[in-house]
């Protein structure tokens, strides 16, 4: 597996994936945002096709912050159905986000609206900065602000707000498992910087 920055919002990249296999796949032929993916084989040479394609097991879009050019939002996320529960999210945010800090980026953020994805997050080393965006989004920023925003408070403090929602059985349960419990750990190799990250 090789993560890749396939270009930044300047660079216009476009990226066509299945809509069948991968969930938000619409929003990555838009060339307005940048893009990272996870493939089984890199060749920088290859145009964009079906096969190409076919490789990708994750992606990522992101883009410059509209008021605060020292932040990059990574907008959407998605893994391959076949590739979910592997951890490939949490590992190509982390890479985008070495990726942006050594573009320059001082602070990356991402805003989610399940718990599942706010866990996921946590393992890639963002923490919840107590603010809210979108529909009800909560927003979680790498780094945190200090080592106290991955403490169990501040973490239950965002499953807490998903608790009040209307929540698939899913859902219910695995806020249930969570209660009192501290952050999960972070995946291994997160907050290496170890990203190509020319821009």
């Not at 396939?6 to 969930?23: H, V």
Request: charged share 30%; hydrophobic share 40%.
């Amino acid at each position: 597996m090789e993560f890749v920055v396939l270009g930044w919002a300047d660079d216009e990249p476009t990226l066509r994936l299945d809509y069948r296999r991968f969930a938000y796949a619409g929003k990555f032929v838009m060339s307005n945002t940048g893009k990272a993916v996870v493939v089984d084989r890199w060749d920088p040479m290859a145009a964009p096709s079906d096969e190409y394609d076919s490789a990708v097991a994750a992606a990522a879009a992101f883009n410059e912050d509209r008021t605060d050019e020292s932040t990059l939002w990574i907008r959407y996320v998605t893994v391959r159905s076949d590739r979910k529960r592997r951890g490939l999210g949490p590992r190509l945010c982390a890479f985008v986000t070495d990726a942006g800090r050594g573009a320059g980026y001082e602070r990356i953020r991402i805003a989610v609206n399940n718990p599942f994805a706010y866990e996921a997050l946590h393992k890639a080393g963002f923490a919840w900065t107590g603010e809210t965006s979108g529909l009800a989004e909560l927003v979680l920023e790498r780094p945190a602000d200090a080592p106290a925003a991955r403490l169990r408070e501040t973490y239950q403090a965002g499953l807490d707000s998903y608790r009040e929602r209307d929540l698939t059985d899913p859902e219910t349960a695995f806020l249930a498992a969570r209660e009192g419990s501290d952050p999960p750990a972070l995946l291994d190799g997160v907050g290496d910087d170890t990203a190509d990250a020319g821009r």
